[in-house]
């Protein structure tokens, strides 16, 4: 196991399609978190799993993004009918709880790209 | 509402210069503070957390309850210092979500 690892690394689309990306967190962490980072701005927390239960949403997320982990292992963030606004670097990491607190490890992100 | 300000986009020092990113912080309950770090073209990582009161590759960061600050500091800076650091905020209890500063890029020269 690398790590905690994302798909698509980058991904363009125009305005107003969906785009779902993937996060395959460490195997034996049971959370998992999405951010998004837009430029010059941290990361901002989106939401959270704890296995397959999703525990914390943020207001940040619309209900224009769902996120999913059906399995309690890789998770999706989906977007419908993107907006230029959604442009920005999504991260996702993982944890295991209970363990060292606040250890959580980042995967690459995606770039998100709307035209 | 939980707050992290890092007040410097960038800080640059010469190389063996003391080094000393700052971080202030705004929370009603009890803070778990960290410092992430991001190396060029690397992912994010955990450098240090305040509650293991540790020295990871000669940063230290010292939690004072009374500035509500969380600086992070080392005496000699190296050229591998070079990187984007952000303070983070957790939740007590739950250790879930992060807030996390804007960042300061920290750039050492010869």
């Known amino acids: 196991d690398t790590g905690v690892s994302q798909d698509p690394r980058h991904k363009i689309t125009k305005r107003g399609q969906n785009v779902t990306f993937r996060c395959d967190p460490i195997?034996?962490?049971?959370?998992l978190y999405w951010y998004r980072q837009t430029l010059g701005q941290g990361p901002e927390f989106l939401t959270y799993?704890?296995?397959?239960?999703?525990?914390?949403k943020s207001r940040l997320l619309s209900d224009r993004f769902s996120a999913e982990r059906p399995k309690g292992s890789f998770s999706t963030l989906e977007i419908q009918r993107t907006e230029q606004g959604d442009s920005a670097m999504y991260l996702c990491?993982?944890?295991?709880?209970?363990?060292?607190?606040?250890?959580?490890?980042f995967g690459p992100g995606t770039r998100l790209t709307v035209t | 509402a939980q707050r992290v300000t890092q007040p410097e986009k960038l800080l640059s020092v010469f190389k063996g210069a003391p080094v000393e990113l700052k971080c202030n912080y705004s929370?009603?309950?009890?803070?778990?503070l960290f410092w992430y770090v991001q190396y060029s073209r690397q992912r994010l990582q955990l450098l240090l957390r305040?509650?293991s009161r540790e020295s990871i590759k000669g940063f230290t960061a010292d939690l004072n309850k009374g500035e509500t600050s969380f600086h992070l500091k080392k005496p000699f800076a190296q050229e591998e210092d070079s990187a984007m650091y952000y303070c983070?905020?957790?939740?007590?209890?739950?250790?879930?979500?992060?807030?996390f500063g804007t960042g300061t890029r920290l750039q050492v020269t010869l």
């Open positions: 990491a993982s944890s295991l709880e209970p363990g060292p607190r606040g250890e959580q490890y």
């Open positions: 195997s034996e962490h049971n959370r």
């Open positions: 799993f704890q296995n397959e239960a999703q525990l914390e």
């Open positions: 929370y009603s309950g009890s803070p778990e």
């Open positions: 305040h509650i």
């Open positions: 983070a905020l957790g939740n007590t209890g739950t250790a879930s979500k992060l807030t």
